[in-house]
């Protein structure tokens, strides 16, 4: 089902915002986006000035916009103060929402809990107010791993509320991934569960966290809060780990925020780059906050009376983004669901929009592949045995849609009238930066669209100069942006390096993804990342990262790993790995990839298990000893190595790379 770069460059179907929507929409019709364009180009601060002012709640107003005195660690709204919480919750509740529900929470096993406004403020002040009392401050780091639930909301929103910079660590992580979090940040508690329930299974999450404050690192941990889910077994360590029920009894329901400086890190958010440790990405108070709010509004064309839901779990910068800040702080309605697509079986979400009448949903392609594949096999569970007429607008994230997924989504989720907002960002641009607005952008298949208003987005050559549209580049935004990230928490020379590399002049933004515009329209494809990153089912992963797990194992002398495209994960992980011992062969070599795989798991974590292991007495090298990971894509892929070869030191190792250990 994958398709080539070629196909959806030619994709030739458009789809026109209907009259209708247009006529209600909150960026109504091209002229509107082109206006905001044109705003944004004439006067860059301003436009910016002016939707913080409009969109976002200050405490003291800012008076200087974007300071770019310390480029490329740029500053914007920096002698404003705020408090995110405060913007989600009592500035609704002050106008007039207090009864509304904010959150209706479902469980795996499909108990529903509604949350109004008040009632969130209240338990999230509570929390806020426990945090305190264990001597949590201002500027100090939260680690939250925890399940996708109410909690999960609210531990993050009660470290706003203080000032405490939260780290989401997902909870699909492992203990030593989670390790490597605590010591990176300097955390000082962690926020976790008993257990998370999934699929019908309880699986422990606890566990993890012992095993992680094992490891040496951790050593700034002071207390573990642990959140009961499923009343299953678990360890309590005396005088460190507390229970959530017992810190936020006879807590107070009220919490005066800490007004924070627009700057101040809300959160650190991990994520991959082509080196072996994962970077945590630090985002601000602010300019973080404004973005939430403005891409709710405006790409998802978010009003009083719709029901929310994007299914990314709280661990990933989706889940911080569009559940736990800018649904929120737009006021809306929001779902917050604890299982899998698939349980009990694969019509869960169509059931979830029926039951809850659910009018905006935002999934990643991986999830709509799979589901397409579900009904296929089971026809029980297609989306047309639901009453799906609540939606009106959809949206993808995380990887390329290609245009098979795209049309079964427009067709039959979107009943043919719900318009698909295909948009491109990443946990360093906080939000939108690439997509299509419902109500203005005629929409392709396949392709991302135009730049989200005010975002200076453009492909440039190796040089940092324009490409015409038509060619390829590297994508890059040219101008700073209120949402960017800020730094990378201990490691600004990484940050300088990976986004505002010399080559291109220091001051473009470069993204990692390569990408063209269509000669005619402009309209963005995203070609992929131009780094060894992956997307495993939306799931971003270095493959160094996964090579230095697999070299940890004692039997492992080294390891290349690579993508191969996969047709419903995006990309499958095939791992290349040469042996301290000979290269084994036959139940031996089965036993090992078991092995490797499980270790991999326990390193990372699950999603990161190599597909593929594939053993050879050495990787293919060039004289230098470089490894040519070209060829090795060209055999992940199945296909005949037809480039020159002759730099190649040891071509016979090729072909024992061919074999596919089943
Ligand atoms: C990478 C960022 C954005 C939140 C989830 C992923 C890829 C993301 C799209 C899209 C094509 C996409 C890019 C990007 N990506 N959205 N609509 N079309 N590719 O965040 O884990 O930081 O990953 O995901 O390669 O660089 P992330």
């Known amino acids: 089902m994958s398709t080539s770069i070629e196909s959806v460059l030619h994709e030739n179907r458009v789809f026109n915002p209907s009259p209708a929507f247009v006529a209600q929409a909150n960026v109504s019709g091209m002229d509107a986006y082109q206006a905001l364009c044109a705003e944004a180009a004439a006067d860059y601060e301003g436009y910016w000035a002016r939707l913080a002012r409009e969109n976002v709640v200050w405490k003291q107003p800012f008076s200087t916009v974007l300071d770019e005195s310390g480029a490329p660690f740029y500053q914007w709204f920096s002698d404003g103060k705020l408090n995110a919480s405060w913007n989600c919750l009592d500035k609704n509740i002050e106008a007039g929402l207090g009864d509304k529900v904010a959150i209706i929470f479902e469980a795996d096993d499909g108990k529903v809990t509604r949350v109004t406004y008040s009632e969130l403020l209240a338990r999230v002040a509570r929390f806020a107010n426990a945090l305190k009392g264990l001597g949590v401050k201002k500027g100090d780091r939260v680690i939250i791993y925890l399940p996708m639930s109410i909690e999960g909301v609210v531990a993050m929103q009660a470290c706003a509320r203080i000032g405490a910079t939260h780290s989401v660590v997902f909870g699909g992580f492992s203990a030593q991934s989670l390790r490597d979090r605590i010591e990176d940040a300097g955390a000082v508690l962690i926020i976790t569960a008993d257990e998370q329930c999934r699929g019908g299974k309880n699986l422990p999450l606890k566990p993890a966290v012992d095993e992680a404050l094992t490891l040496p690192g951790t050593g700034s941990i002071k207390n573990v809060v ?59 108070t602010g300019g973080y906050l404004l973005h939430a709010i403005l891409t709710t509004r405006w790409t998802f064309d978010l009003k009083p009376g719709d029901v929310f839901w994007c299914t990314a779990d709280i661990g990933w910068v989706t889940g911080h983004t569009y559940v736990t800040y800018g649904p929120l702080a737009c006021g809306g309605t929001e779902i917050v669901f604890e299982g899998v697509p698939t349980f009990p079986d694969a019509g869960r979400f169509w059931k979830m929009i029926q039951d809850h009448k659910v009018s905006i949903f935002y999934t990643a392609p991986t999830a709509i592949r799979a589901l397409i594949k579900a009904a296929d096999i089971n026809p029980g569970t297609h989306p047309k045995h639901y009453d799906l007429s609540s939606l009106r607008v959809l949206g993808s994230v995380g990887e390329p849609i290609n245009p098979e997924a795209w049309m079964w989504y427009h067709d039959n989720i979107g009943g043919g009238r719900c318009p698909i907002m295909d948009t491109f960002w990443q946990t360093e641009t906080g939000g939108h930066v690439i997509t299509p607005l419902p109500g203005a952008t005629p929409l392709v298949p396949g392709s991302c669209t135009l730049a989200f208003p005010g975002i200076m987005a453009a492909v440039v050559d190796e040089a940092g100069h324009d490409v015409e549209w038509g060619k390829g580049g590297f994508l890059v935004i040219k101008r700073p942006w209120p949402s960017m990230i800020r730094t990378i928490w201990n490691d600004p020379d990484r940050f300088r390096k990976s986004y505002f590399p010399e080559d291109l002049g220091g001051k473009l933004y470069l993204a990692g993804d390569g990408a063209v515009r269509n000669a005619q329209s402009g309209y963005f494809t995203i070609m992929g990342r131009i780094d060894d990153v992956l997307s495993v089912s939306g799931h971003r992963l270095g493959t160094m990262e996964i090579e230095s797990a697999l070299v940890s194992h004692p039997l492992v002398a080294e390891a290349a790993v690579v993508g191969k495209p996969h047709d419903i994960k995006g990309e499958a992980i095939v791992a290349y790995v040469v042996l301290k011992t000979a290269r084994p062969t036959g139940e031996e070599a089965k036993r090992i990839v078991n092995d490797l795989r499980n270790h991999v798991a326990h390193e990372i974590g699950p999603i990161a298990k190599p597909d593929e292991i594939r053993f050879g007495d050495n990787l293919p090298k060039t004289r230098s000893g470089k490894i040519m990971r070209r060829l090795l894509r060209t055999l992940a892929k199945g296909e005949e190595i037809t480039s020159d070869i002759s730099t190649l030191e040891n071509p016979a190792i090729l072909d024992q790379l061919k074999e596919v250990i089943k």
């Open 226 to 284: 642990v959140y009961r889910r499923s009343g299953g077994p678990c360890n309590m360590v005396p005088g460190r780990d507390l229970w959530w029920h017992d810190v936020a009894a006879n807590q107070s329901e009220t919490c005066e925020p800490e007004w924070v400086e627009a700057e101040h890190p809300l959160f650190l958010l991990y994520t991959s780059g082509s080196t072996g440790k994962p970077k945590g990405v630090q985002h601000s």
